[in-house]
Each structure stands twice: as C-alpha cells, then as structure tokens.
C-alpha cells in the first residue's frame, strides 16, 4: 500500500546518515565521520542524493529531517496539522526532539550540500517503446453500482467459493458473484476492510482504522461468531495484512499482522490461549509491513516468515522459526527508502527448487512524488542458501502489484503489473503491463498494454474465474485522487464508473 495513500518516504532520519557520509569529503572529515559513526550505527541502506530532483530534497524531505534532528528549518512545524493526541504521541516517541540534535550552522552546511548535489530532474525510463496490445485475453469491465466512484481496498479470488471477495473505503466486506453478476453486503465494520481470512472455520476481517498516515492505533482484527463479526480486545496501528497459519503444527492458527503504521509501525504475532482469546507478540519492530508468506525457507521443517517492508528500511525479512514460535530475522533484500515497495511474490522462478522473489517498488503517494526511473519489478533469485540477487529489472513507474503465473501454460513464469502512479500525461497506457515470457535463462519478456486505461487501477489478483482450466486476471479500482492524472481520464473515469476489469484468458478456447 502502499499500496494505499501512504507514505513511502516516512522514516528520514537515515537521511542524516548518508548525508553526513557523503560529505566525508567535504574539509571537515574528521568531524563529519564522527557524527556519522555517532548516528549511523544502524543505519537502513543509504538512498543516493540524485535519486530525487532537488525541489523535492528543498520543499519536502529536508524541512521533515531537519525536524528529525529538532530543527525547525524555516519555520516548517510537522505537527502543524495534527490531532492534539497524534502529537502527544510522536512528541512522546521522541520522532520530533525538542532540542537541536546537531549545531545549527552544521545542519545548513549538509541542508546546503544536499540541494547543491540534487539534480534538478531525474532521467526518464528507457523501456517504453516495445510494448504491444495485450493479445490472449478479452477485456470485461465490471460496474458494481452506479457510484462515480470505486474505492476498493482489498481484493481476493475465492477459489473454493468461486466468488469475489471486496473490501472498501467505507468498511464494507462484500462478495461478488460472476456468474450472477451479484453483489452480496457480508458486513460492514468500523473502517476500510484491508483483508479477509475464511478456511476450516475460522474468519477473520482486518480493517486499517486510519487510512490516511497517522500514529495512532485504530485498527482492528474481527473475529467471526454466528457471521457476525466482533472485534478483537486488541489495537493495532494501521494493520494492512492478516496471515492465519499453524507455524508450530499444534493444531492452532496463529495470526500475523502486518501492521503498516507510519513513522512506527510493526508485524506482529498473535496466539491463540484457548478460549478463542489471543495474545500479541512484536516480531519486527519496525514500522512498513504489508505483507508475509509462511514458507519454510531453509528446510528444516518449520514454516517462516518472508515479510516485505517500506517505510525506510525497505526490503525482504526473513524470519526463521525457532522453539516455542520465537523467530530470528535476517534482512535479504534492501531498497533505498526512496523506492516505494509494493509488493513481492515467492516462486521459483527457475525451477531449480528454492524460493526466489519477485519485488515491485513504485508507491508514489508521498512527499517525493515525481516519476521515478527505479520503480518496476525486478526479479531476485536464489543461491540456494537464501542469498538473493537481483538478475533482471523491468521499469515502470509506480508498480504497485504483481501476479506470477505461468499463464499461457508453455512451462514458465509470466507477470502481470499493475500501476496506480503511471504517467498519465505521457504514457497512460503503461498502468497494466503484461509480460509474456519468451525465454526465462535469457530475461527476453514480450510486454503487453490496454490501451486507455478505464480506471485508476489499484489491487490485483488471479483465479480461474469462468472455469475453462486457465488463469484469469482480476483488477479493481480506486478513484481516490492522491496522485494528479490529466482531467480528460478523471471525467471518463466518472463516466463509465468502471470497478472491476477481468481480463478473460483466452489459452483454452483458442
């Protein structure tokens, strides 16, 4: 989500790290590698100063990590508009010191350095110009209501049901049958619905609380009883995902939530104590998860955790399972903070029989927003011993979902992308990209577009929807305005008040 309206880019203290580091060389070496070993201990992977155009480093991230630091640069106040409670709490965590972490004239002179270095444009991405009309699927689009608008923020194919299953902005579950074409209300809770677990009798519904970024806690994870649901006596800070897995096989699920956040945020266990009661445990104190697969990774019998994370220190965790459901993590995949995850999925890729992973960077719902050259999806294999290397990267602004499946069914992996920030002005059509792969040992992927995009496309997903024996797409909309797309698509989109797009695959009729 961020897949959602969050902010990718909401953790820049590290900025301070890399800052002092890159001005090592600057005249006063000495003292700026002490403050950088003073500050930078832990710091997350530093992002590159001409990763961003230097109006963004000017308006946007500088004045937020000089407050960082205690600094209120130009008179720039980040609790300016917030709730009296939010800012008792940030000014609680310390996210905002009081006093000055560093002399004032200091911070002009790396603020300075900053906007110095910054380039004033980033460069434009280079693989826009062999994509085709998307053969092999016919295009259904699918208007629920007739609302102008479609704000769906969760989306799953139910295979077992054979039926949709819907969450939105209002706080309504919802199924969707195609066969009908029927839209069933299943409940509404207190905020947008984020996901939804229903297997082997158990169901459980997450809702965010907040959907705008915030520190306060207000989410929340229903339980199910007699189809009503209720909430847990539990809080939770922006919780996106919700994964119920036995990890310990003793018959009882246990819950992972993804709990997003903003500037704190963690994944967090919850087990089950008898009784249906359950207690919260913090794996990863961090804040930025969206989402985590169980997978025993290392082969010893014991499912892990494979989590991505935004919010600063961006990247794949892996958490392998130990004794009495305890977990030791180790980061195998970094990002700049500047690059938005989105998304990731486990496959092997190259059927040599380890999990490889699939990672799509482009949330572009924050203070750096600008089209930027490193977001896409990148393909990331495996050694076998879970050390991971990127092999092959497809550009496209603002990735923000991916589906892998081998879709024409000739023995390889192909991708579907979804993009919620493509550049509408210059290259509308990239917000769906197919990518049919010719040759997975060479990377050689035939690109795929719609031409027109019929909705700000936001979340997707696969099934065999009309059960022919192939694999179907699934994307559904959201037409909330928090990145600017030219008026002539947001009148249209209005207009054909389009929710869903099937994209029917053909393979089987043909």
């Known amino acids: 989500m961020k897949w959602y309206p969050f902010r990718s880019f909401a953790y820049p203290f590290f900025l301070f790290c890399f800052i002092i580091f890159s001005s090592c060389g600057s005249g006063n070496k000495k003292k700026e590698v002490v403050l950088y070993d003073t500050y930078c201990a832990s710091c997350h992977l530093p992002p590159a100063i001409d990763g961003l155009p230097k109006h963004i480093w000017k308006d946007n991230i500088l004045p937020e990590m000089g407050a960082r630091l205690g600094i209120r640069d130009n008179g720039y106040d980040p609790l300016k508009d917030l709730h009296f409670g939010e800012q008792a709490m940030l000014l609680e965590k310390g996210i905002y010191p009081f006093s000055p972490l560093l002399d004032i004239a200091d911070w002009e002179l790396l603020r300075d350095y900053i906007i110095a270095m910054a380039p004033d444009s980033l460069p434009d991405q280079q693989s826009y110009n062999a994509a085709k009309p998307l053969e092999g699927f016919s295009k259904q689009l699918i208007s629920l209501d007739d609302k102008d608008q479609s704000l769906f923020t969760y989306l799953k194919y139910d295979e077992e049901i054979t039926k949709l299953r819907l969450g939105d902005l209002t706080g309504y579950l919802l199924e969707y049958d195609f066969k009908t074409d029927t839209l069933i209300p299943k409940a509404r809770l207190a905020s947008a619905v984020v996901d939804h677990y229903d297997r082997d009798g158990l169901s459980f519904t997450t809702s965010i609380g907040s959907i705008r970024p915030t520190a306060l806690s207000t989410g929340q994870v229903y339980t199910w009883q007699n189809e009503t649901p209720m909430a847990m006596p539990l809080i939770f800070h922006r919780p996106v995902h919700t994964l119920v897995e036995d990890l310990n096989n003793d018959g009882k699920k246990e819950l992972i939530v993804s709990e997003f956040g903003d500037l704190t945020g963690s994944l967090s266990l919850l087990w089950d104590k008898g009784n249906s009661t359950y207690e919260k445990r913090i794996l990863l104190n961090q804040p930025g998860a969206i989402r985590v697969v169980a997978k025993d990774m290392n082969q010893d019998q014991r499912k892990d955790l494979v989590v991505i994370t935004s919010q600063g220190d961006e990247g794949i965790t892996i958490l392998?399972?130990?004794?009495?459901?305890?977990?030791?993590?180790?980061?195998?995949?970094?990002?700049?903070?500047?690059?938005?995850?989105?998304?990731?999925?486990?496959?092997?890729?190259?059927?040599?029989?380890?999990?490889?992973?699939?990672?799509?960077?482009?949330?572009?719902?924050?203070?750096?927003?600008?089209?930027?050259?490193?977001?896409?999806?990148?393909?990331?294999?495996?050694?076998?011993?879970?050390?991971?290397?990127?092999?092959?990267?497809?550009?496209?602004?603002?990735?923000?979902?991916?589906?892998?499946?081998?879709?024409?069914?000739?023995?390889?992996?192909?991708?579907?992308?979804?993009?919620?920030?493509?550049?509408?002005?210059?290259?509308?059509?990239?917000?769906?990209?197919?990518?049919?792969?010719?040759?997975?040992?060479?990377?050689?992927?035939?690109?795929?577009?719609?031409?027109?995009?019929?909705?700000?496309?936001?979340?997707?997903?696969?099934?065999?929807?009309?059960?022919d024996g192939d694999e179907d797409i699934i994307l559904s909309a959201f037409t909330y305005g928090f990145t600017p797309a030219p008026k002539e698509f947001t009148e249209a989109w209005k207009e054909k008040k389009v929710d869903l797009m099937v994209l029917r695959n053909q393979l089987i009729n043909k």
Not at 422 to 435: C, E, G, I, K, N
Not at 442 to 461: C, E, G, Q, V
Request: proline share 5%; hydrophobic share 30%.
């Open 320 to 467: 392998y399972q130990k004794d009495d459901l305890n977990f030791e993590s180790e980061k195998v995949i970094r990002f700049s903070p500047l690059y938005g995850s989105s998304w990731f999925e486990l496959i092997d890729y190259d059927g040599d029989g380890d999990e490889d992973i699939i990672t799509v960077n482009g949330d572009n719902a924050d203070e750096s927003y600008v089209h930027k050259p490193y977001h896409g999806m990148r393909i990331h294999l495996n050694n076998g011993e879970n050390q991971f290397e990127e092999t092959y990267f497809y550009p496209m602004n603002g990735a923000s979902r991916v589906v892998a499946h081998d879709f024409d069914q000739d023995g390889d992996i192909d991708f579907g992308l979804v993009s919620t920030f493509p550049d509408y002005a210059t290259r509308p059509d990239y917000s769906f990209v197919y990518l049919e792969n010719m040759d997975s040992d060479s990377y050689t992927f035939d690109p795929h577009i719609i031409k027109n995009p019929d909705a700000r496309w936001f979340l997707m997903d696969t099934g065999d929807i009309d059960e």
